[in-house]
């Protein structure tokens, strides 16, 4: 049986191994001073787990202080959770998958994950973090038909059957199934992770098992939620971060619920990572996010942000080293863009519209439109030819990179575009030299936007301008998010903008789940997404060769146990993606600008910024980032 062993071994995660005979002393935060004097608190030593995680890092820094930023929206709570970064198995800065919360893991034969957890971890509440946490979510909320009607979610299966799941102790959790499951452990890692625990000692008192039955249904009632099951997952929900009371393992703990303007995070006492010299972590006492409108976030980012990449676009780089030379209060550094494209168009195979269904799931379609994109044009007037030319895809410094997947059917090649919709039939035109589509409408692309950003605005009027040379238009319908995507789902949008693929340096071991109809949040095939994530109860079946190719190859991904084999299964996927065209990048690694206050220590000069995987800062532990008052001062003073 081949077994593969985890430790705490990593200093690319910031982690290493750690052991109270380590230190002769564990170092609280001052912040705590006062609750430990009163008894309130135990001391730290009694706080921290057996065996604590030790961060690595460029500087050691000091505890105290408080990390501002600037966000859009109160469901921006959820951000945090990303940037914190406390998984069970987390990405290193080489993107290999370590232990973070948990202190080691064992892989056998690709199907059998064993989870060891550390003696003495608590919740944020100090009531403790052992096996049960995992039990309360296997089998009264994963396996509980009300709260999960689709069942227990699709990744904890494989062939439809469900993992066993086993409790040796109270530190001990094995997840297995009868064949390989090589998304199990990414998704334990994503930004937004598979949480396969739940404090269910706070949320019994929610749950129709554990509660009197005269109590729980006055619960329902003061909450005004319908059911029983609707409370519980409303106070249960860990990713959304909008419940004050709900126990966290993060590093900061949220102090107020939404709706609100700004957000007060405090430090976890039970936090289980320390430095190198036994200081507990986080450095920073708290984070506070302030509610600003997005277009006003870049302008304000100088003054009233210690750290700010989101709302943060390309077009503010001039303003905002403008702000850098004349203050001196901050840096503006330049990241790389870990997306497969800056911007991307979705054409929608599954849209309600017939013809256009029928037109845009012809594949020469989808290349003349992607040919006709003057993708060069693109990066020289809007990103000043600092990014890559091409497909959404896979970049340079991916090891799954080969450059035909960023040229194929994205060179700019009018001649050859129009060729390809003349052989469609596409011949006819009407005014404009527009041409018409099959039922005499003329062809007019509308791209549903989520926003009116300059930028994105200028990027689809250099595709329309390219578009009208081969007789396709172009016009733009913005909404508000939530409308955007519900056209979306709903197949009533023919075409759409967002970015491109989060994951674009991927290696073998990391999931193709982007590029394969596996979500419903993927814009070119929402209903055929839908269908995969609710087993067939929503949605449509794949029902185009070449996709259904996709999700054939997604389940040998999933069932492979070893890398090269992972690594044919990604090839076989790329080659498909770049030849089907279901998606039309424009600009790739455009350079994500980082708003760095000059009193915050131990932020990377150059990184990858990227959503998955390592979940934008979350992957350079913000935990370790350390407020310099001196620093701060003496800017100041230089005003």
Same mark, same amino acid.
């Given at each position: 049986?081949?077994?593969?062993?985890?430790?705490?071994?990593?200093?690319?995660?910031?982690?290493?191994?750690?052991?109270?005979?380590?230190?002769?002393?564990?170092?609280?935060?001052?912040?705590?001073?006062?609750?430990?004097?009163?008894?309130?608190?135990?001391?730290?030593?009694?706080?921290?787990?057996? *065996?604590?995680?030790?961060?690595?890092?460029?500087?050691?820094?000091?505890?105290?202080?408080?990390?501002?930023?600037?966000?859009?929206?109160?469901?921006?709570?959820?951000?945090?959770?990303?940037?914190?970064?406390?998984?069970?198995?987390?990405?290193?800065?080489?993107?290999?998958?370590?232990?973070?919360?948990?202190?080691?893991?064992?892989?056998?034969?690709?199907?059998?994950?064993?989870?060891?957890?550390?003696?003495?971890?608590?919740?944020?509440?100090?009531?403790?973090?052992?096996?049960?946490?995992?039990?309360?979510?296997?089998?009264?909320?994963?396996?509980? @038909?009300?709260?999960?009607?689709?069942?227990?979610?699709?990744?904890?299966?494989?062939?439809?059957?469900?993992?066993?799941?086993?409790?040796?102790?109270?530190?001990?959790?094995?997840?297995?199934?009868?064949?390989?499951?090589?998304?199990?452990?990414?998704?334990?890692?994503?930004?937004?992770?598979?949480?396969?625990?739940?404090?269910?000692?706070?949320?019994?008192?929610?749950?129709?098992?554990?509660?009197?039955?005269?109590?729980?249904? @006055?619960?329902?009632?003061?909450?005004?939620?319908?059911?029983?099951?609707?409370?519980?997952?409303?106070?249960? *929900?860990?990713?959304?971060?909008?419940?004050?009371?709900?126990? %966290?393992?993060?590093?900061?703990?949220?102090?107020?619920?939404?709706?609100?303007?700004?957000?007060?995070?405090?430090?976890?006492?039970?936090?289980?990572?320390?430095?190198?010299?036994?200081?507990?972590?986080?450095?920073?006492?708290?984070?506070?996010?302030?509610?600003?409108?997005?277009?006003?976030?870049?302008?304000?980012?100088?003054?009233?942000?210690?750290?700010?990449?989101?709302?943060?676009?390309?077009?503010?780089?001039?303003?905002?080293?403008?702000?850098?030379?004349?203050?001196?209060?901050?840096?503006?550094?330049?990241?790389?863009?870990?997306?497969?494209?800056?911007?991307?168009?979705?054409?929608?195979?599954?849209?309600?519209?017939?013809?256009?269904?029928?037109?845009?799931?012809?594949?020469?379609?989808?290349?003349?439109?992607?040919?006709?994109?003057?993708?060069?044009?693109?990066?020289?007037?809007?990103?000043?030819?600092?990014?890559?030319?091409?497909?959404?895809?896979?970049?340079?410094? %991916?090891?799954?990179?080969?450059?035909?997947?960023?040229?194929?059917?994205?060179?700019?090649?009018?001649?050859?575009?129009?060729?390809?919709?003349?052989?469609?039939?596409?011949?006819?035109?009407?005014? *404009?030299?527009?041409?018409?589509?099959?039922?005499?409408?003329?062809?007019?692309?509308?791209?549903?936007?989520?926003?009116?950003?300059?930028?994105?605005?200028?990027?689809?009027?250099?595709?329309?301008?390219?578009?009208?040379?081969?007789?396709?238009?172009?016009?733009?319908?913005?909404?508000?998010?939530?409308?955007?995507?519900?056209?979306?789902?709903?197949?009533?949008?023919?075409? %759409?903008?967002?970015?491109?693929?989060?994951?674009?340096?991927?290696?073998?071991?990391?999931?193709?789940? @982007?590029?394969?109809?596996?979500?419903?949040?993927?814009?070119?095939?929402?209903?055929?997404?839908?269908?995969?994530?609710?087993?067939?109860?929503?949605?449509?079946?794949?029902?185009?060769?070449?996709?259904?190719?996709?999700?054939?190859?997604?389940?040998?991904?999933?069932?492979?146990?070893?890398?090269?084999?992972?690594?044919?299964?990604?090839?076989?996927?790329?080659?498909?993606?770049?030849?089907?065209?279901?998606?039309?990048?424009?600009?790739? *690694?455009?350079?994500?600008?980082?708003?760095?206050?000059?009193?915050?220590?131990?932020?990377?000069?150059?990184?990858?910024?990227?959503?998955?995987?390592?979940?934008?800062?979350?992957?350079?532990?913000?935990?370790?980032?350390?407020?310099?008052?001196?620093?701060?001062?003496?800017?100041?003073?230089?005003?």
């Amino acid at each position: 049986m081949k077994r593969r062993d985890f430790l705490l071994t990593s200093l690319g995660a910031g982690l290493v191994m750690g052991a109270p005979s380590a230190f002769a002393d564990f170092i609280s935060s001052p912040f705590f001073k006062d609750a430990e004097a009163k008894g309130d608190l135990p001391p730290v030593a009694e706080r921290l787990p057996k *065996n604590p995680a030790v961060a690595a890092m460029p500087e050691i820094g000091r505890q105290g202080g408080e990390i501002r930023m600037l966000m859009a929206s109160d469901k921006d709570t959820r951000i945090l959770v990303a940037y914190s970064y406390a998984r069970l198995v987390c990405y290193d800065r080489d993107y290999k998958l370590v232990p973070d919360i948990c202190e080691s893991f064992t892989e056998e034969e690709g199907r059998i994950f064993t989870f060891k957890l550390r003696e003495g971890h608590k919740w944020s509440d100090g009531e403790p973090f052992t096996s049960d946490a995992f039990r309360y979510f296997w089998e009264d909320v994963a396996n509980n @038909e009300e709260l999960m009607p689709t069942g227990v979610p699709k990744i904890l299966t494989v062939d439809g059957k469900p993992a066993k799941v086993e409790y040796p102790d109270a530190l001990t959790v094995r997840y297995s199934w009868d064949k390989p499951n090589a998304e199990f452990l990414p998704q334990l890692a994503g930004a937004s992770p598979l949480y396969i625990y739940r404090p269910g000692h706070y949320l019994k008192k929610f749950h129709e098992k554990h509660q009197d039955a005269a109590k729980l249904a @006055e619960a329902v009632k003061e909450s005004g939620q319908p059911s029983w099951a609707a409370l519980h997952n409303r106070r249960d *929900n860990q990713y959304r971060n909008d419940n004050p009371k709900l126990p %966290s393992l993060d590093p900061w703990v949220l102090q107020n619920k939404p709706p609100a303007e700004r957000f007060i995070f405090k430090r976890n006492p039970y936090y289980y990572r320390v430095d190198e010299k036994g200081q507990q972590l986080p450095y920073a006492d708290q984070v506070v996010f302030t509610k600003t409108d997005s277009k006003l976030i870049p302008a304000k980012a100088a003054d009233d942000s210690d750290l700010q990449a989101r709302n943060i676009r390309f077009d503010n780089y001039t303003f905002l080293k403008e702000k850098e030379e004349k203050q001196r209060k901050i840096w503006v550094r330049l990241w790389d863009d870990g997306r497969g494209s800056k911007l991307a168009l979705y054409p929608n195979l599954t849209t309600n519209d017939v013809v256009w269904r029928g037109v845009l799931r012809d594949v020469r379609c989808r290349r003349a439109l992607s040919m006709a994109i003057n993708r060069d044009e693109i990066n020289q007037a809007i990103y000043f030819g600092l990014g890559v030319p091409g497909n959404n895809t896979v970049l340079n410094f %991916s090891p799954l990179y080969k450059p035909e997947y960023t040229t194929t059917w994205a060179t700019y090649d009018v001649d050859q575009a129009n060729q390809l919709l003349d052989e469609m039939g596409l011949t006819k035109r009407g005014d *404009n030299n527009i041409r018409l589509l099959p039922d005499g409408r003329p062809m007019i692309v509308i791209v549903d936007t989520a926003g009116e950003s300059t930028e994105e605005t200028d990027v689809l009027q250099l595709v329309r301008d390219s578009w009208k040379k081969i007789g396709v238009d172009l016009f733009t319908k913005p909404s508000e998010l939530e409308v955007f995507r519900n056209r979306i789902f709903a197949g009533e949008s023919i075409m %759409s903008v967002w970015v491109g693929v989060d994951n674009g340096f991927p290696n073998a071991d990391m999931s193709p789940w @982007e590029f394969t109809p596996t979500s419903q949040q993927q814009l070119q095939w929402a209903k055929w997404g839908q269908y995969y994530e609710t087993k067939g109860e929503a949605g449509e079946k794949v029902d185009m060769p070449e996709a259904q190719k996709l999700a054939e190859l997604m389940d040998a991904w999933r069932q492979a146990t070893k890398s090269d084999a992972r690594a044919k299964t990604w090839n076989e996927i790329l080659a498909i993606w770049t030849d089907q065209v279901y998606t039309f990048g424009t600009v790739s *690694n455009v350079p994500q600008p980082v708003v760095v206050n000059r009193h915050l220590h131990n932020v990377p000069e150059k990184a990858i910024w990227s959503w998955e995987p390592g979940a934008q800062f979350g992957v350079y532990k913000p935990d370790t980032f350390w407020l310099d008052e001196n620093r701060r001062l003496s800017t100041v003073a230089d005003q």
